[in-house]
Nanobody
Framework: VQLVESGGGLVQAGGSLRLSCAAS????????MGWFRQAPGKEREFAAAISWSGGMKYYADSVKGRFTISRDNAKNAVYLQMNSLKPEDTAVYYC?????????????????WGQGTQVTVSS
């Protein structure tokens, strides 16, 4: 099983980026997926998660109202639209998936992790 992120990069504060995650090796259409992030010198933290149908979405307070998570089960993919980016959003962003429908916000609730994509927001 592989989760491959793309779409990271360098952007100025106030700008936008769209992260994509393509899954292969198994289908996650019945499973929760999400995004975590890890800033330099900090612990990995929850950013957003989405139920198998896309009907339920959860966000960290720090990104609520600025980030939008979505998924396309036909493509076995999950996305993170990030708007109004701030320097404190600078981090490596990880795509995650679990074997199960329950949406979690803790790292240990997810079974599969991508390699991460760097997002850098300059002030």
């Amino acid at each position: 099983v592989q989760l491959v992120e793309s779409g990271g990069g360098l952007v100025q504060a106030g700008g936008s980026l769209r992260l994509s995650c393509a899954a292969s090796g198994r289908t996650f259409s019945s499973d929760a997926m999400g995004w975590f992030r890890q800033a330099p010198g900090k612990e990995r933290e929850f950013a957003a998660a989405i139920s198998w149908s896309g009907g339920m979405k959860y966000y960290a307070d720090s990104v609520k109202g600025r980030f939008t998570i979505s998924r396309d089960n036909a493509k076995n993919a999950v996305y993170l639209q990030m708007n109004s980016l701030k320097p404190e959003d600078t981090a490596v962003y990880y795509c995650v998936a679990r074997s199960g429908a329950r949406v979690g916000v803790e790292p240990n609730e997810y079974d599969y992790w991508g390699q991460g994509t760097q997002v850098t927001v300059s002030s």
